[in-house]
């Protein structure tokens, strides 16, 4: 099973400050990566797959990058808005599995 | 646009079946493009992906829980199911139906409200 680990664990940003999220997979998972968003008592919102295209309707202050093991979320000028939680999710091998998450305050 | 949703008992007894349906809108669960997905999310945890469904009965489960897990799908009410049998504490969870991305990219979108049960 591919272990996801996500860092850091938590993470305040003032607005317009970026916002860097990373995940780390325990072997490749080539481009087969997804990111969520998920707000409390809500369910996860797709953000980003392919490691890198923005799912439909996703702002373009969201953007996601690399491939193998090293991902990165970004969120360029953040928003109170986006303070959330921020889950990763690869899908390269069975079974499908997620980071622990990273949360976001924006303040 | 499509919409999940959840049904199903809230409370689940040690020991018995936890049972739980996702009913699709505004779709057709037989397009051929996308499997059925059941993730869940304990209290402060993190997601756990369960199993996948194809309009055919075609199934994938997570191997840590293929022993006591079903997924099933009914076209003709366009909805599919989940079957956990002998539930633990630790079977206790928010559970998601979800669609999967499409036939070769396991990712999910979108997602049902979630349903929480409890065992105890």
Known sequence: EIVMTQ?????????????????????????NLAWYQQ????????????????????????????SGTNFTLT?????????????CQQYNS???????????EIK | QVQLQESGPGLVKPSQTLSL????SGGSITNGSY??????????????????VYS????KYNPSLKSRVTISVDTSKNQFSLKLSSVTATDTAVYYCARVGDIFHNWFDPWGQGSLVTVS
């Open chain 1, 7 to 31: 860092s850091p664990a938590s993470l305040s940003v003032s607005p317009g400050e970026r916002a860097t999220l990373s995940c780390r997979a325990s072997q490749s998972v080539s481009s």
């Open chain 1, 39 to 66: 707000k409390p008592g809500q369910a996860p919102r797709l953000l980003i797959y392919g490691a890198s295209t923005r799912a439909t309707g996703i702002s373009d202050r969201f953007s996601g990058s690399g």
């Open chain 1, 75 to 87: 969120i360029s000028s953040p928003q109170s808005e986006d303070s959330s939680l921020y889950y």
């Open chain 1, 94 to 104: 069975w079974p499908l599995t997620f980071g622990g998450g990273t949360k976001v």
């Open chain 2, 21 to 24: 349906t996702c009913t699709v």
């Open chain 2, 35 to 52: 499997f059925w997905g059941w993730i869940r999310q304990p209290a402060g945890k993190r997601l756990q992906w369960i199993g996948r």
């Open chain 2, 56 to 59: 055919n009965g075609n199934t």
